[in-house]
């Protein structure tokens, strides 16, 4: 049942006979809950331009967490709240792993019967694509019933469980499991269980990825290790890729972990996540992540977080929309260290009386302390509007199109590899939801700073690219900052407002200056930073290779179903083909001049549409967008109310 009274689609998990009876067309709202966004490859490290270029590059992350608030009946791909948890940091992420679980369909509010799967948020892998990172589901027993059901082997060898999360994986777009198997279990279900994990490593895509938490012992039995060691090495030679061991680490059991790896022939950062528990402790974990990252040395394996969502879930404001300000500081806090600059990482070892409190950070150095920033931006077009996927209200060209609330974590850009790496300026830059020319929010930069914003490999190739900047404030108030590979020191400053090639007046007292890149062509731009000589909102950075090509328009644009509410209020599903990849970059959906959506995909369902006076029907625009910002024709449809 529906948790609450409406027709709003919600995720849910799957227990054996939901599994092995899976299809696209049974699962009823499973079309709602694809992530159409693709693996973006990652740049190639260069570690002169990295905060810390000392850091080695090697160890990984896995993000294992919430996604949103968490809740059982609330998981949606988006809705009309500002107060919920987006991750802003996914350039320290490698893995991210889909935590806490879903009833089964048809599951009571009052008593629900989580299923033993549950998918990631599409919304979450959408993000986690878009910044290279892949996007685990999650496999959690006990759940109710017996174990044995999902181990059955049909008398071709095949196992009906196994090959529906491949199938469902693929169909909703995620890159594999986390297997979170913590039960006593029967010795030959375990040796079962083996045998299920290697047909499943066996017939999965490239690319598909199983990662084994320290729970049992080959024999089944609950015991966590703590390590990677001879005995629970079983699972990694069943079929699991990598192993998440459990948090009480102790510098011998890492060494062995890490010896393990190399004797199974596998790469240690490839293979070993020690794990690190802030679900619980905060920014103070019981076990030091610098018995994984040894001062002065390289890391000994990669690093598994759980619990990055506790900045948002202990934080005793989380559900005020005017309290989000702290969550933010906290996040920056953990990515970034407790001076919210990578930069500037490291533990903060006093903390002055009467000083706002930081939080116990004696145990925490800030996660950019021990991983390099990672980057997808390799290739011409680049755009950002600084959208960290949630917002108080919507902006188009500078111009307020909504005034709801809203979260959709599927529309966040590609946010600043550093945050916030910044220098002179009386504040730190920060995110402003009050102000934006595209989407929720606007970058805020203070006057008299330089803010490094991305780490890049852009190639100039023809001379015909370009780069351009939306800002608010001055004309002349802005420069923007290249960074180049042969050159890795210093800047080249691209001025605006007069000094500019071209300075346009956008409205809303908004400007775009656009620079020809045709002088640096056969360079590599490394960075990119901005120049502040007074207050300015960054609205837009664009990077475009000097070819504009509309999408076209979108084709089927339908009214699917409409429930209308006394004549005033309706619900609406709708569709269209959606475009071939890499032609369109979003859709947005509008009523005249008011947003009403936005999406990669192609279905969206408008959860509460007005009525306006006495209209026999009320006219929808689907326009796509390309890649580079380019606007297509949109399509239409209608909504009747009578």
Known sequence: MSPEPGHQPFMHGYDADALKNWSPRSDRWARYFRSRVPLAPRIVPFPATQARPELPT????????????????????????????????????????????????????????????????????????????????????????????????????????????????????????????????????????????????????????????????????????????????????????????????????VETSRATALRLGRDPYEAVFHGTENEQFGFDPEYDPRLVFPEGRPAHTSWALFGSHFVWELHPGREDPDAQDAVFERERRYWSGPSCDPTRTGRSLTHEPGAPDPGNHLKWDGVAHYVTERSVIGAFPFVTRFNTGHGRGFFLAGRRASDADWYNASVQDILPTWQFWSEGGDAPPDFDYTRAYDGGCSLRLPGGATVRLYKTELMVRTGAETVSVTYAGSADALEVGLVFADAPESFVWLATGAAAETGTGTGAGWHTSTHPLAEFRDRTIAALAVRATSPVHLGELALRDGEFIAPSCPKAFQVDTAYVDDGRTAEVFLSWRIADPGQVWYYDLRRGDEWLGRIYDEVYYVKSLRRHGNEAATELALTPVAPDGTPGDPATCSVNWV
């Open 58 to 253: 090697g160890a990984q992350v896995m993000n294992l967490c919430n996604d949103y608030d968490g809740a059982f009946f609330t998981a949606r791909k988006y809705d009309d709240s500002f107060a919920r948890r987006l991750l802003r940091f996914w350039q320290y992420t490698d893995f991210y792993g889909s935590w806490h679980g879903l009833p089964v369909d048809g599951s009571p509010v009052t008593e629900p019967v989580h299923g033993l799967i549950n998918p990631p948020n599409p919304a979450y892998t959408d993000a986690a694509h878009r910044n290279g990172v892949r996007s685990l589901g999650c496999w959690f027993w006990p759940r109710p019933g017996e174990f044995a059901p999902y181990l059955e082997r049909r008398a071709d060898g095949s196992y009906p469980v196994a090959d529906k999360m491949i199938e469902m994986a693929a169909y909703f777009g995620f890159d594999g499991y986390f297997i979170n198997h913590e039960a006593e279990t029967p010795p030959d279900e375990a040796k079962r269980l083996r045998e299920l994990l290697g047909y499943l490593r066996s017939r999965a895509p490239e690319g598909f990825h199983l990662q084994w938490y320290d729970t049992i012992r080959p024999d089944g039995g609950l015991d966590y290790l703590n390590h990677l060691n001879e005995e629970n090495a079983s699972w990694l030679e069943a079929g699991a890729d990598s192993f998440f061991a459990n948090y009480w680490m102790t510098e011998a059991g």
